[in-house]
């Protein structure tokens, strides 16, 4: 005769105990790594707070030239990063970190390239090799 109890929907309770458990573990996972993250970047952040040309944007003070390049970069950014999240998204290390609606962004940085460049904006431009 077992030990466990079940409850009234079906579940025993240690499978409740070893969800719970799961669940607090996978949140320790995303805190740590966001502080992995956010220490492990905070030098370039520094650094990148620190350029003319974010000084210059923070102002509103920026060429248009130079906001069409950086929007370019961030469009080619999220477009591998998305690929990669989607690639991933059920692997174990990572499905507690897959948050599409929250991260993904090409859709939108899309829309910005066709004001920047026009409709046929991917002719024009190509992923820059840097």
């Not at 320790?28 to 350029?51: C, F, P, V």
């Not at 950014?77 to 970190?97: C, G, I, Q, V, W």
């Amino acid at each position: 005769m077992s030990a466990e109890v079940e409850t009234s929907e079906g579940v025993d309770e240690s499978e409740k105990k070893n969800s719970g458990a799961l669940e607090k573990e996978n949140q320790m996972r995303m805190a740590d790594l966001s502080e992995l993250l956010k220490e492990g970047t905070k030098e370039a952040h520094d650094r990148a707070e620190n350029t003319q040309f974010v000084k210059d944007f923070l102002k509103g003070n920026i060429k248009k030239e130079l906001f069409k390049l950086a929007t370019t970069a961030l469009y080619f950014t999220y477009s591998a990063l998305e690929e990669e999240m989607e690639r991933n998204k059920d692997h174990p290390a990572f499905a507690p970190l897959y948050f599409p609606m929250e991260l993904h962004r090409k859709e939108a940085l899309t829309k910005d390239m066709e004001y920047f460049f026009g409709e046929n904006w991917e002719e024009q431009v190509q992923c820059p090799k840097a």
